[in-house]
């Protein structure tokens, strides 16, 4: 089982919907859940953080935790073209230290 | 610009010749990384510096790759006999340190062992 779990993907939606990436972990020591975004030929960019139980949200973003289904999801609202990239899960384990990274959900915002 | 930054961005070598990769990090972030990645594959880890003291090596990273930190400022990650598998993105991040552990990667260097 890896580490961290996320569906590649591509996830489709209209411009417009809501965009919905899941991310799942294995490791119950995780504490500090991102999300970051990556264009194709580019380097990561995080887009959003979270460190307890439930939700938070930042512009057209929101981050959704339970730290009990060892769950971590991204919404996406009012999807746009440039929204369509890889999104990639990450998690450490409180220490401050590296990150595992899933391989990432593509998402495709069409027309 | 006051963003990780990478050099180069690109090299591209033949097998058996050595690398070397130079990362700086945001001026007041204490905390280094080093990821490689691959097509198709999320960032792996390989190491990181607390200031200039090397806190962790990945057991990815085989003995012909070292880096380092000197004065706890730039970093530079160095391979030595290059072989075709390590064609790859080397990623570098910084984060402020042990509150705040947000990374924020530079460009990357793609290297191509030929």
């Known amino acids: 089982q890896k580490e961290v779990e996320q569906n590649s993907g591509p996830l489709s939606v209209p411009e417009g919907a809501i965009a919905s990436l899941n991310c799942t972990y294995s490791?119950?020591?995780?504490?500090?859940f991102f999300w970051y975004r990556q264009y194709s030929g580019k380097s990561p960019e995080l887009i959003m953080f979270?460190?307890?139980?439930g939700d938070k949200e930042d512009g057209r973003f929101t981050a959704q935790l339970n730290k009990a289904s060892q769950y971590v999801s991204l919404l996406i609202r009012d999807s746009q073209p440039s929204d369509s990239a890889t999104y990639l899960c990450?998690?450490?384990?409180?220490?401050?230290?590296?990150?595992?990274f899933g391989t990432g959900t593509r998402l495709q915002v069409t027309l | 610009d006051t963003g990780v930054s990478q050099d180069p961005r690109h090299k591209i070598t033949k097998r058996g010749q050595n690398v070397t990769f130079r990362c700086d990090p945001i001026?007041?972030?204490?905390?280094l990384y080093w990821y490689r990645q691959t097509l198709g594959q999320g960032p792996e880890f390989l190491t990181y510096?607390?200031?200039?003291?090397?806190?962790?090596k990945s057991r990815l990273l085989s003995d012909r790759f070292s880096a380092e930190r000197p004065k706890g400022s730039f970093s530079t990650l160095e391979i030595q006999r290059t072989e075709q598998g390590d064609s790859a993105m080397y990623l570098c991040?910084?984060?402020?340190?042990?509150?705040?552990?947000?990374?924020?990667f530079g460009p990357g260097t793609r290297l191509t062992v030929l």
């Open positions: 991040a910084s984060s402020l340190g042990p509150a705040e552990n947000e990374q924020f």
């Open positions: 490791d119950r020591g995780s504490q500090s």
């Open positions: 979270i460190y307890s139980n």
């Open positions: 990450a998690t450490d384990t409180g220490t401050a230290s590296k990150l595992t």
């Open positions: 001026s007041e972030h204490n905390r």
């Open positions: 510096f607390q200031n200039e003291a090397q806190l962790e």
